[in-house]
C-alpha cells in the first residue's frame, strides 16, 4: 500500500503524523517538511514560550475563535484542551497555568512543546523527510510532487499553515495544493494583529508605552456599537496592541474591508465603573490608583476636556488601517471549510485528502486557540484517514 503523506511539519502536521502512526502501527507515514528542522513557527510562539492550549472546556474555546469557530465543535470534542494537557505531561513536558487559563510548558520553553512532539514522531517510526518542499500535487494520480522527485499515497493530508511570517516555511502554498484538488480559498487578510492610528496623540508619542490591563475596546460601524473586547491593551509609537487590540483586529479589518474608511473606536479605561461612581466618588484619586490608571493619562485627558471622567470612560481613536501580515499572528481566510467534512476533517471534493490547521479558515484569538485548533484538526485528520 502507498504510503500516507502529510505535508507540513508545524503543531497541525506533527500531531496528525502521531494520531495516524499511533492508530494504524503498520502504515507507513511520511512527514514532508520544507525547512531543515520542524516546528520552526511554533518555537517562536507565546515570545518563545508557546502557549500552548487553554484549559477550557469546548464551548469556551469555540467563543475565542471568531472565524469559523462552531466547525470545529467535533474536533474539539475528540481531542481538546484537556487531550492536549495530558498528552505533553505523559511525554515529559509538564505545563502549568497562568492568567486567562493560558497553557505554557513549565520550563518556559517552546522548544520543549516541538522536542516533545518530534520524540513522539520517531519514536512512532513516522518517516520525517526535512527539506522537503511540496510544489505541486496530482490529485487524480494520487501523488506529491516535489522539486526533484515524487511520492505516491494512499491518503495525503494537506497541514502547511497560512502566511504569516513565510520565513517560518508557511508561504501559502498549500493553498494552492488545495485549489488544484479542486477547493476554494477565502481571501486572506491578516488577523490578530496590531491597530494603527494618525490620531495627534499618537502622532506626538504623549501617551506611548503606557500598559493597561483588562480595559475595554469598543469597536463601532459608523456610529453603531459591533463589538466590545475586554483584555490587557498596550498604546505603542503606531497605534495600539496587546491582546485588546489584537482581538479588535478581527473586526476592524472586516469593517475596513467592508467600508473602505477609517473605523472609529472608544477605549473606557475603567470598566469596572461607571461614570456616576467615578464622577461621585469621594476619594477620587484613591479609586483611580486602585484600577491601575497612571498619572499620565489622567493630565493628558484633563488637558482634553475638563470633563475628563467621561473621557476615562469612553475616549475615542480613530483606526486607519493595521500593521498587516509582517506583524500578524494570523492568517483571517484559507480553504473553505463548507468543503470540508468537521467530524473528520475529510476534503467533501476529494475523500484521500484531508486538511488541518491553520491552512483552513480558521482564526482564533491569540491565548493558545490557534495552537489548540492544531492540534485538534490534525488528531482529528490523522485518525479519519481514507483507506478503502
Ligand atoms: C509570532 C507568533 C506567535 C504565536 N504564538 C502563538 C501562541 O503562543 N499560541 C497559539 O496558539 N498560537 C500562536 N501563534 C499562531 C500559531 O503559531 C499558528 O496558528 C500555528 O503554528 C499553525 O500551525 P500549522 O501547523 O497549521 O502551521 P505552521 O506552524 O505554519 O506549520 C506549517 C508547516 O508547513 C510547512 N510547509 C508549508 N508549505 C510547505 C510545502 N509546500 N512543502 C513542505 N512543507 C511546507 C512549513 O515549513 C511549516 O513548518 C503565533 C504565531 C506567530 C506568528
Same mark, same amino acid.
Given at each position: 500500500?502507498?504510503?500516507?503523506?502529510?505535508?507540513?511539519?508545524?503543531?497541525?502536521?506533527?500531531?496528525?503524523?502521531?494520531?495516524?502512526?499511533?492508530?494504524?502501527?503498520? /502504515?507507513?507515514?511520511?512527514?514532508?517538511?520544507?525547512?531543515?528542522?520542524?516546528?520552526?513557527?511554533?518555537?517562536?510562539?507565546?515570545?518563545?514560550?508557546?502557549?500552548?492550549?487553554?484549559?477550557?472546556?469546548?464551548?469556551?474555546?469555540?467563543?475565542?475563535?471568531?472565524?469559523?469557530?462552531?466547525?470545529?465543535?467535533?474536533?474539539?470534542?475528540?481531542?481538546?484542551?484537556?487531550?492536549?494537557?495530558?498528552?505533553?505531561?505523559?511525554?515529559?513536558?509538564?505545563?502549568?497555568?497562568?492568567?486567562?487559563?493560558?497553557?505554557?510548558? /513549565?520550563?518556559?520553553?517552546?522548544?520543549?512543546?516541538?522536542?516533545?512532539?518530534?520524540?513522539?514522531?520517531?519514536?512512532?517510526?513516522?518517516?520525517?523527510?526535512?527539506?522537503?518542499?511540496?510544489?505541486?500535487?496530482?490529485?487524480?494520480?494520487?501523488?506529491?510532487?516535489? @522539486?526533484?522527485?515524487?511520492?505516491?499515497?494512499?491518503?495525503?493530508?494537506?497541514?502547511?499553515?497560512?502566511?504569516?511570517?513565510?520565513?517560518?516555511?508557511?508561504?501559502?502554498?498549500?493553498?494552492?495544493?488545495?485549489?488544484?484538488?479542486?477547493?476554494?480559498?477565502?481571501? /486572506?487578510?491578516?488577523?490578530?494583529?496590531?491597530?494603527?492610528?494618525?490620531?495627534?496623540?499618537?502622532?506626538?508619542?504623549?501617551?506611548?508605552?503606557?500598559?493597561?490591563?483588562?480595559?475595554?475596546?469598543?469597536?463601532?460601524?459608523?456610529?453603531?456599537?459591533?463589538?466590545?473586547?475586554?483584555?490587557?491593551?498596550?498604546?505603542?509609537?503606531?497605534?495600539?496592541?496587546?491582546?485588546?487590540?489584537?482581538?479588535?483586529?478581527?473586526?476592524?479589518?472586516?469593517?475596513? @474591508?467592508?467600508?473602505?474608511?477609517?473605523?472609529?473606536?472608544?477605549?473606557?479605561?475603567?470598566?469596572?465603573?461607571?461614570?456616576?461612581?467615578?464622577?461621585?466618588?469621594?476619594?477620587?484619586?484613591? /479609586?483611580?490608583?486602585?484600577?491601575?490608571?497612571?498619572?499620565?493619562?489622567?493630565?493628558?485627558?484633563?488637558?482634553?476636556?475638563?470633563?475628563?471622567?467621561?473621557?476615562?470612560?469612553?475616549?475615542?481613536?480613530?483606526?486607519?488601517?493595521?500593521?498587516?501580515?509582517?506583524?500578524?499572528?494570523?492568517?483571517?481566510?484559507?480553504?473553505?471549510?463548507?468543503?470540508?467534512?468537521?467530524?473528520?476533517?475529510?476534503?467533501?471534493?476529494?475523500?484521500?485528502?484531508?486538511?488541518?490547521?491553520?491552512?483552513?479558515?480558521?482564526?482564533?484569538?491569540?491565548?493558545?486557540?490557534?495552537?489548540?485548533?492544531?492540534?485538534?484538526?490534525?488528531?482529528?485528520?490523522?485518525?479519519?484517514?481514507?483507506?478503502?
Amino acid at each position: 500500500m502507498d504510503p500516507i503523506i502529510i505535508i507540513g511539519g508545524g503543531p497541525s502536521g506533527m500531531m496528525a503524523a502521531i494520531s495516524v502512526k499511533s492508530k494504524y502501527k503498520n /502504515l507507513d507515514v511520511i512527514l514532508l517538511e520544507r525547512s531543515k528542522v520542524l516546528g520552526t513557527k511554533m518555537k517562536l510562539t507565546g515570545g518563545g514560550r508557546c502557549n500552548v492550549t487553554a484549559k477550557m472546556s469546548v464551548d469556551e474555546v469555540i467563543s475565542y475563535i471568531p472565524k469559523n469557530g462552531k466547525f470545529l465543535f467535533s474536533s474539539l470534542t475528540n481531542y481538546g484542551p484537556l487531550d492536549i494537557i495530558k498528552f505533553f505531561e505523559s511525554n515529559h513536558t509538564p505545563l502549568k497555568e497562568e492568567d486567562h487559563s493560558r497553557m505554557f510548558p /513549565l520550563s518556559n520553553k517552546a522548544v520543549d512543546i516541538v522536542d516533545a512532539l518530534a520524540l513522539k514522531i520517531y519514536q512512532l517510526g513516522v518517516k520525517v523527510y526535512l527539506n522537503s518542499y511540496v510544489v505541486d500535487i496530482d490529485p487524480i494520480n494520487k501523488e506529491v510532487i516535489l @522539486e526533484d522527485k515524487q511520492y505516491k499515497y494512499q491518503h495525503l493530508i494537506i497541514a502547511t499553515g497560512g502566511i504569516t511570517l513565510p520565513q517560518t516555511g508557511s508561504d501559502g502554498t498549500g493553498h494552492r495544493l488545495a485549489q488544484k484538488a479542486g477547493h476554494s480559498i477565502t481571501k /486572506l487578510l491578516p488577523a490578530e494583529v496590531p491597530l494603527v492610528s494618525n490620531d495627534q496623540f499618537i502622532h506626538e508619542k504623549t501617551l506611548q508605552g503606557l500598559s493597561f490591563k483588562d480595559v475595554t475596546v469598543n469597536v463601532f460601524d459608523g456610529t453603531k456599537l459591533k463589538h466590545s473586547i475586554t483584555h490587557d491593551l498596550l498604546i505603542t509609537h503606531f497605534g495600539l496592541s496587546g491582546p485588546a487590540a489584537l482581538r479588535a483586529s478581527f473586526y476592524i479589518l472586516n469593517l475596513l @474591508e467592508k467600508e473602505n474608511k477609517p473605523v472609529n473606536i472608544t477605549i473606557d479605561f475603567i470598566p469596572k465603573v461607571n461614570l456616576h461612581d467615578l464622577v461621585h466618588s469621594k476619594d477620587l484619586e484613591e /479609586l483611580l490608583k486602585v484600577h491601575q490608571i497612571p498619572k499620565r493619562l489622567v493630565d493628558f485627558l484633563k488637558e482634553q476636556n475638563p470633563d475628563y471622567l467621561k473621557l476615562l470612560k469612553s475616549f475615542p481613536m480613530t483606526i486607519y488601517t493595521t500593521r498587516g501580515f509582517p506583524a500578524a499572528f494570523v492568517t483571517n481566510g484559507g480553504v473553505v471549510v463548507k468543503e470540508v467534512d468537521p467530524k473528520t476533517m475529510r476534503s467533501k471534493i476529494n475523500a484521500y485528502i484531508s486538511f488541518c490547521g491553520e491552512v483552513l479558515d480558521i482564526n482564533a484569538y491569540t491565548g493558545g486557540f490557534n495552537i489548540t485548533s492544531a492540534f485538534s484538526t490534525g488528531y482529528t485528520a490523522g485518525e479519519n484517514i481514507n483507506l478503502e
